[in-house]
T-cell receptor, first 118, second 115 residues
């Protein structure tokens, strides 16, 4: 199957700093990438949909100024958590949908990033 | 209303036995897809099986099969011959073709396989 690489797999940062998470599609062009957030023992919640070359679409309740998403190329989307606070500590995971994939195929997920803000 | 409901927060199964994980969904779309993912403690999402709304036969992938009952809007996952490595969180998800292709996830079921 297609490969999506997410980096870093874990990060610890201080309150007030920013953290960038990268999501790359390695062997296909991803026109759309999705960013999810998962709190411990909970399900994945969609944060935003990222389309190459356009602004991301954020889900209700997600602060777009805090969670900056950039999808500058067909193989890379980034999520930047700005001015991080301890409540931003969570597991963030991306998934990608490619040009050659139909809507009825699996979504390919990155490995996820565990963010801890201290 | 919840789009995807998984009513079993946790389940035990004896090694080598079969287990069914429940999933019901809610959609008004005619065209949609149903997915099951396995999430071990490492956090990665492992795709298991897919069922399209127009597929007449239940999907099967090795030890995984999907019991698709469209009229009841259920898509239960059946794991046969459970193995210790099957212990993980399992998520049911739906993609509605008129809703931007994102996946909506259920709350998950933690499966624990007993030796």
């Amino acid at each position: 199957g297609a490969v999506v690489s997410q980096h870093p797999s874990w990060v610890i940062c201080k309150s007030g700093t920013s953290v960038k998470i990268e999501c790359r599609s390695l062997d296909f062009q991803a026109t759309t990438m999705f960013w999810y957030r998962q709190f411990p023992k909970q399900s994945l919640m969609l944060m935003a949909t990222s389309n190459e070359g356009s602004k991301a679409t954020y889900e209700q309740g997600v602060e777009k100024d805090k969670f900056l998403i950039n999808h500058a190329s067909l193989t890379l989307s980034t999520l930047t958590v700005t001015s991080a606070h301890p409540e931003d500590s969570s597991f963030y995971i991306c998934s990608a949908l490619g040009l050659s994939l139909t809507a009825n195929t699996e979504a390919f997920f990155g490995q996820g990033t565990r963010l801890t803000v201290v | 209303a919840q789009k995807i409901t998984q009513t079993q927060p946790g389940m035990f199964v004896q090694e080598k036995e079969a287990v069914t994980l429940d999933c019901t969904y809610d959609t008004s779309d005619q065209s949609y897809g149903l997915f099951w993912y396995k999430q071990p403690s490492s956090g990665e999402m492992i795709f298991l099986i897919y069922q399209g709304s127009y597929d007449e036969q239940n999907a099967t992938e090795g030890r995984y099969s999907l019991n698709f009952q469209k009229a009841r809007k259920s898509a239960n996952l059946v794991i046969s011959a459970s193995q210790l490595g099957d212990s993980a969180m399992y998520f049911c998800a739906m993609r509605e073709n008129n809703a931007g292709n994102m996946l909506t996830f259920g709350g998950g079921t933690r499966l624990m396989v007993k030796p």
